[in-house]
Every structure is written in C-alpha cells, then in structure tokens.
C-alpha cells in the first residue's frame, strides 16, 4: 500500500483486563508483537481474563505450535487464535494444553454465540456471593444472640474476650468463605505451581491466615468483599466489553433483496456484492451500497458521527449501520457483509485494545515489582518484629495479612485499561477510529500539527468562487455560455463550470462545432456565433487582452485563484474565477487548535506558493510549505520531529503515507469511503469534519487525566493504609473494603469516558450527497 504500513507499531499484547479478576493482573513477558493472524482457528478461552493468563498460555503453548508468533489473543472477548501456519495441532490436543493451566478452551462459532453459557457462569457467581454475604450476616446475627444485644456484640471487632469463637459463628464465616472462593482456589492453585503471585493467592493466604489465628470474622467478611468486588468488576468491565459489542447491532440481521422472482429476505451475511437492496424509510441499511432509485435523508453518525442526516440520491454510496429516513431507497450491493465498512471498524476496534498505551505499560511494570516487594515487606513485618523486639507473634502475623491485601494492585491495574476500551469505543462513536491505546493518548501530547493542504485544509476540487462579467453580459449569461463550451470536457475546472451552473438551474446545450485545444482551451458555436474559451495565456495569444483585464487577472491569480477567460470574435465576454475553497470550519479549527496550547500548526503542498499563502491565510495558518514534492514533505515533518517532539501530520493516509509515517501520529481524513486510509492511519476520521481533531485533542487529554486521577487516587488509598498497618489501625476487612472499593470507584470513574462522544462536537446542517461527491 505504502511505506506507511512499514511502520513499527506499538505491541500487540494482547492484554486488557477484562474479565472477573481482571483488576488484579500484574503479568509480566507479554509485552512481545502479536499480530491478529490473516487465517486460522478461533477459541473461546474460558479464564482468560488478563495478561497474566496471556502469559500462561504462551508458556504452555508455543512449544507445542512452533512458537509465540503463532498466537493471537483477543483479551476483551475471552479468545484465542491460532494461525494456520502453526505446526499441526488438533483441537482435542490445544484443548488438553489449555486444560492444564486451569483453563478451559472451545472452538468459537461467531454464529452461535457465547451468550447462554456466559449468562449461566455470570449466574453462578451472583448466586454464590449472594450466599456468602449472607453466611457472614447469619455469623453477626448468630454473635448478636450469643452476645445477648447490640451492644455487647461490638466486642465481635476486638476477639471474644480471650474465648475462642462459637462454633456457630465459625461455621458461618467458613461458610462464607466456602461460597467466595469458588472462582479464586483454582486461580490460587495455578499462581503458586507457577510461583507468579497474583491477587487470588494473596488472598488465599490471607484468608487462611486469618483462620488460623481463629479471625474467623475477619476471614469471611475478605472472602465475601473480594468476592462481591469481582462480581461488580465484572459487571462494570463488562459494560466496556458491551459497548464494543453495541457495534455488531448496528446492522440489521437480515436484508430485503430484489430478484426477479420478486421480494424477499435473507440473512445479511448472504447478500452478494452486485444485489438490489431495498430498504423502506426508518430501517437500518443492511450493507454498504450504491442507491440506484430513491432519494432520502440517511442518518450516518453510527459510522461517521455527523449530526445531521446526509441526503441521498442515485449514486450515493451509503454504509452498513446507518440508518433510513423518509424515503425507500433501493440500492446495489457494492461489499460483502463481513468486508463493510462497519465490518472493518468492528475488527479494528476488537484489535485496538491490544495496543497497549504507555500509561498501561507502566502501571503494568509498576506493578510487577509492587506486589513481590510488598509481599517481602509483609514477611519482614511478620517476622522482624517478634524477633528483634520480642513483640506478638500473633499481632504482627495478622499486621501481614492486612499488608497482604493491601499488595493487591486491583484499583491500579484496572483503572488504565478501562479507560482506554471506553476512550476507544466513545471515539469510534463519534466518528473517530483510533487504532490502539498508544495513539489515544497521542494526541494530548501534541506540540505541533502539520496539515496537508489539498483534500485536508480545502475540499480537494476546484469550485467556481467568482463570474466578472464584461461589456453589458450578464453572470447568467456568461455561466451558460462556459457550461456550453466545457459539456464535452472532463478537465477538473470543467466539472468545477458544469456543477456551478447546474445549482443555478442551467442546462446548457453542448456547443455546435466544439473543438478542444489542448492544453489551451476550447472554441465552438453557440446561437450562430463562435465563442472561446480558456486560461489568462489563451487571452494574450488572441490578442484579446488589455491592461484592464490583465489587472483584473493578476489581482485573481495572486489570491491564488485559476483564471478561466471567455470570449467571442467580438471582445472578451468575461472571467471566471476558479479555486480549491477552504473546507467550512478549517479556521476555526485552527484557532481551537491554538486555543488547546499546540503552538505549531504548519500547511505542506506541492503547490505554489502564492497559492500555498493564501490558503494560509485563509486557514489560519502562517507557517507554509509549499512547492514540495513527497520526500521533500517527509524532510519537513522529520525537521519539525527534531525541533518539537511529538507531531501530527493529518493527510488523506495514502498520498501523504511517508510523512505519515513519520511522524509521531498520522491522522487520515474522510476515511468512511477509503479503505486505504482505515487501515494505514493510526486515527482515522470517518468524515471530512476537521472540527473532530480540536475533539480528538479534548478527548485524549480527558483521557490521560483520568487515568493519572485513578492512579494518584489508587496509590494514596495503598499509602494510607500501609502507615495505619504499621500502627496498628488497620484491619482485614477494612483493608479489602477500601481497596475494591478504589477499584471500582477508578472504573466508573473510566466509564464516564463512555459518553465522550456527545461532548464538544458542534452541531451541522444537513448536508446533500450528490453521486460526484461520493466518487
């Protein structure tokens, strides 16, 4: 495609947190590049929640696939998938390897879904933290009785006065703990075969700990809490798992096609590239298509996030997932189901999350040395002070416990992965595909912005923007008079005439005798008298120019417009003023640019510069490039790399690839139509809406600031509770309560960024797709 696609990526380690425990992963060796294979076997892999279970599994596989690179996991949704070109392997043998982790794995249909035995498991874990939150309200109720009141049973939260615990109440607490651990020994179980402590260990520990020193109290309250905590993480992670799901609704299941045995439905994944569709007015278009008969008003904000319904007409392209208004359309077939444009978005988004951001890989090293050491610490608080000091055994063992709990990473590890699947998908909703945690945190980073200038900054097709017309003819007259000399004409300021005379209602008969000097213009007749038609240079070859109407010329060209000359045998009859316009918005995005603290923001074109400046000028923009060519552009974003760090260069993502690539982000524009543009760019912007990029900026730094909120939130809870342990003020319960509480406050914290879509983006008229403009 380009040199752009040559570009290291980010990782793709596969892994989010997104399952029950997700929170409390701190993995290591999964950082190496997992491409999503072209082709292979997909399984639904049941406990593979995060990267600790990616590492798990590479470790158990690879040597019996041929190695790492034969592996792609889809954390978000639990899957695994091996590439053909992976040694052969049954699935009856990767099953077995699977099973041996602690792990169970099946071969997914994507037609089948996965939702029954979700649903069932999802059940379960209601039910049994239901059941242990009740055997611990049965174990205060039965120290209620036995205390004889409320009041003597706050003597539960410092021992029973030197008496060991009833059996009843010990019963009920073991009870408790008996229903919370069901989904955390089997984990626990294969962290220590591993020695890789994770959070079910540590919590294992903790609970035995606490029973065996007869704080039966206080092991079955940590069971329940840590239970409840995984129950609410899944729930809340779950809804980001949901939202990228919500994307597979937004095409209709089936698809109304036209044949000549008449009208009928089908599944929309069997609808051929070449049918007639026929969608009727509020349904959702089935696949992406070119209306052939119809005109209405199609809401695109699932696939683009424009506001304001865009008109179609015969010609039109429309896309999967959005949505009819007023009127039938009947439209062909133009891509298969699953190759659409919303297709590919889904795929792209799915991929995305494995694209770890930095603030993920850091918190992921954080926490890799955080758990060990504080899990030494523990040990050195058990053992030194007993020993060094001849205090408690039994007071400093249970201080350790407590610091146990606090080694827990839960509310740190969660919070950065959460927000970025939430980023993501809210990007994605209002029109924006950003390709991977790395570059949604771009974007806030951001010192200077270059822009291309044709198809980015303008429209990218010349525009009639001025008629002058001379010696008593009138606009009207001169319009009809160079629509009828450019009918035969396929020249870009031809169709620029043709389309600027057809709003203003006139259809011109084709000249008679039309002859085209190329290179030069064109000459014919019209009503019985010849008329010509062509540049400024055209006008002095004829002899027909004056100083008048050299000024009136210079004066347009130095405003970078192109000049179009018509006359007869007669006199000049008039000019046009040709131009690439600025795209509505392109100033005020600049100055909202500005306004967001990037300092530098620079045009490039291989235009000239007289043209270029005024652009510039009209843009905003007063650092202009012009007159380049390709590497000459990729010298320019390489300079500005040097000087200002991180940089965005926004381009059409394929002409523009080399400088693209180079610098720190590539931003492609209108890339709902352009395949090329969806898989080379890092962000990718459905529409031509330039105000999405001052959004974007916005979006990323919301993005990062919650991210560092849950972190600074994350570790001042752990630092609090580390000094209230050391004196003694710290507890078991209260220690859990705390810190799955921070755990789930960071994550409803992150899903706030689910609604980031409807946040800033200003509001559009409707707009008119012709066919010329969907070509």
Known sequence: MSDFQSRPKSPLASDHCGGAHSSCCAADGVS???????????????????????AV?????????????????????????????????????????????????????????????????HRTQILLTTLSGLAVLSGLLIHVVLAGGFAQALRLFGGHDGHSMPWPEVLAYASAVAFGARYVLVKAWHAARRLRPDINLLMVIAVIGAAAIDQWFEAGTVMFLFALSLLLESWSVGRARRAVAALLDLAPPVARIKTDQGEHEVAVHDVPVGAHVIVMPGERIPVDARVVTGDSAVNQAPITGESAPVRKQPGAKVFAGT???????????????????????????????????????????????YTPIVMLLALAVFVLPPLLFGAPWQVWFYRSLVLLVIACPCALVISTPVSIVAALCSAARAGVLVKGGIFIEQPAKLNAIAFDKTGTLTRGEPTVVGIYPLDAHTEHGLLRTAAALEQRSGHALARAVLAYAGERGISPVAAEQLQVLQGR???????????????????????????????????????????????????????????????????????????????????????????????GRQAGIDQVHAELLPE?????????????????????????APAMARAGLGIAMGAAGTDAAIETADIALMTDDL?????????????????????????????????????????????????????????????????????????????????????
Not at 632 to 642: H, I, M, P, T, Y
């Open 32 to 54: 190496e590049s997992t491409p999503a294979p072209r082709g292979g076997r997909t399984f639904r892999v049941h406990g593979l929640d995060c990267a600790e279970e990616v």
């Open 691 to 775: 105000s999405k990029i001052p959004w974007l900026v916005d979006h990323s730094r919301r993005t990062v600031g919650i991210i560092r909120q849950n972190i600074v939130l994350s570790l001042a809870i752990k630092l609090i509770f580390v000094v209230l342990t050391f004196f003694g003020l710290a507890t078991l319960w209260g220690a859990i309560a705390a810190d799955e509480g921070v755990a789930l406050l960071v994550v409803f914290n992150s899903l706030r960024l689910l609604g980031a879509h409807r946040r800033g983006l200003p509001q559009r008229t409707p707009v008119s797709h012709a066919p010329v403009a969907e070509s």
């Open 323 to 369: 949505i009819n208004g007023d009127g039938a359309l009947e439209m062909e077939s133009l891509r298969a189901a699953e190759d659409s444009t919303l297709a590919r978005i889904i795929r792209l988004v799915e991929q995305a999350h494995s694209q770890r951001a930095r603030a993920e890989q850091w918190v992921e090293r954080f926490a890799r040395y």
């Open 632 to 656: 000459d552009k990729l010298a320019v974003v390489e300079r500005l790399v040097s000087e200002h760090g991180t940089v965005a260069m926004v381009g059409d993502g394929v002409n523009d």
């Open 521 to 615: 213009g064109a000459t014919g007749n019209i009503d019985g008298q010849n008329y010509w038609l062509g540049s400024h240079r055209y006008l002095v070859e004829r002899g027909a120019d004056t100083p008048e109407l050299a000024a009136l010329a210079q004066a347009l060209q130095s405003d970078g417009k192109t000049v179009v000359a018509i006359g007869n045998d007669a006199h000049v009859c008039g000019l046009i003023a040709v131009a690439d316009t600025v795209r509505v918005g392109a100033r005020e995005t600049v100055q909202a640019l500005r306004a967001a603290g990037i300092g530098h923001i620079i045009m490039l074109t291989g235009d000239n510069r007289v043209t270029a400046e005024t652009i």
């Open 57 to 121: 599994l590479k470790h158990e596989l690879a040597p019996l696939l041929g190695g790492p690179e034969f592996l792609h996991f889809d954390v978000l949704n639990g899957r695994l998938t091996v590439a053909d070109e992976a040694r052969p392997v049954t699935d009856e043998q990767l099953q077995q390897a699977v099973a041996a982790t602690g792990m169970r794995a099946q071969r997914w249909d994507p037609s089948a879904g996965e939702a029954p035995e979700h649903d069932h498991q």
